[in-house]
């Protein structure tokens, strides 16, 4: 029987996390290391209050964890690198009536030399055996963050990612495809060329797809809309709305294309932001949507509330984590209800 992953906005029994503990993530200063942790919290305590969470705690930030937390949240120690769970964990799928976990090879994003990957190459693993679900093994270098489906077999991904000779060197995308098949029931791949600047330069992860465009129930595609020509990413995003538009889903009706904007502010301190609406966590009865202070702030939680009529929409301020390499999409994963 085929594979299916389900789609996020699908009820959920769980959501799982990985709490900041050590290096960039943390921080250099205890100030940064407090700024890490309550956002982390901000977004963990907002979804435990709508279902269960459990949270990978290295045992040495169990303490900190503790003192931040809500208490109803599950802590399960395990070491760790980085706090990216939606990356490093499984991706939870229905195996014929029968919920499964798809590990993932981890190797830090195509094995940058910033990264660090012997623990967390281990994680997904270690949430499939506390949660007593069955592991399904996977030869290909992938990351959550690198697919993203409408739970009907349509799948987005980036060339830059399940290609990347740091990842997968040699792959063909008929053998990208073949793999995704087998591992979550994908009967169409859209291709899209590349991902966002800033998440294609040094510390990025060389073009995850939850940046820069989504499924919604309703059918549509969200796509990050940078309307600003100074961006770089103003091309992008031309060229993605494009594709995109080009394309068809696994039943072959063509994409419907809604524009998500891109925050006004262009850059920080290191260069070009790519701080993305499109990275919000969909959960049971609400989302969880990125804030950045921004004057387009309100007009994205307007598109987010017509996507997901009848959830609650939680702005959590998320540019610690972009400054830290992510967005709140990249720290959560959902374990669907069968």
């Given at each position: 029987m085929t594979r299916r992953m389900p789609a996020e906005w699908e009820h959920h029994t769980a959501s799982w996390m990985a709490w900041p503990s050590t290096g960039y993530t943390l921080g250099d200063t205890e100030a940064e290391a407090?700024?890490?942790r309550r956002t982390w919290a901000a977004v963990a305590n907002a979804i435990v209050a709508r279902e269960p969470l459990t949270m990978l705690v290295a045992p040495d930030a169990v303490p900190a964890a503790r003192a931040?937390?809500?208490?109803?949240i599950v802590l399960l120690e395990a070491p760790l690198d980085d706090a990216w769970f939606r990356d490093i964990g499984p991706?939870?799928?229905?195996?014929?009536?029968t919920l499964a976990g798809i590990d993932w090879v981890f190797n830090g994003w195509g094995a940058q030399d910033w990264a660090r990957w012997d623990h967390d190459a281990l994680a997904?693993?270690?949430?499939?055996?506390?949660a007593d679900v069955p592991r399904i093994g996977s030869p290909m270098v992938n990351e959550g963050g690198g697919i993203h489906t409408d739970g009907r077999g349509t799948f987005l991904v980036t060339e830059t990612v399940q290609r990347d000779p740091g990842r997968n060197p040699g792959w063909s995308r008929a053998r990208v495809e073949d793999e995704l098949a087998r591992t979550v029931g994908a009967r169409m791949v859209i291709w899209l060329p590349r991902g966002l600047t800033r998440d294609s330069e040094r510390y990025g992860t060389r073009g995850h797809v939850d940046i820069v465009a989504c499924f919604t129930p309703g059918g549509e595609v969200l796509v990050h809309d940078q309307r600003?020509?100074?961006?770089?990413?103003?091309?992008v995003s031309a060229e993605l709305r494009d594709v995109l538009s080009a394309s068809v889903d696994a039943d072959g009706r063509p994409l419907s294309v809604v524009p998500l904007p891109a925050p006004a502010t262009l850059r920080d301190s290191e260069g070009w932001v790519d701080w993305s609406y499109v990275n919000h966590?969909?959960?049971?009865?609400?989302?969880?949507?990125?804030?950045?202070?921004?004057?387009?702030?309100?007009?994205?939680?307007?598109?987010?509330?017509?996507?997901?009529?009848?959830?609650?929409?939680?702005?959590?301020?998320?540019?610690?984590?972009?400054d830290r390499g992510g967005g709140i999409h990249c720290i959560t994963q959902q374990q669907p209800a069968l």
């Open positions: 407090d700024e890490a931040w937390l809500d208490p109803r991706t939870f799928v229905d195996d014929g009536g997904a693993t270690t949430a499939l055996a506390h600003d020509p100074a961006h770089p990413d103003h091309e966590y969909v959960l049971n009865g609400a989302v969880i949507a990125c804030a950045f202070d921004d004057p387009h702030d309100d007009e994205a939680i307007e598109v987010l509330a017509a996507a997901y009529p009848g959830r609650e929409i939680v702005r959590v301020d998320a540019r610690p984590l972009f």
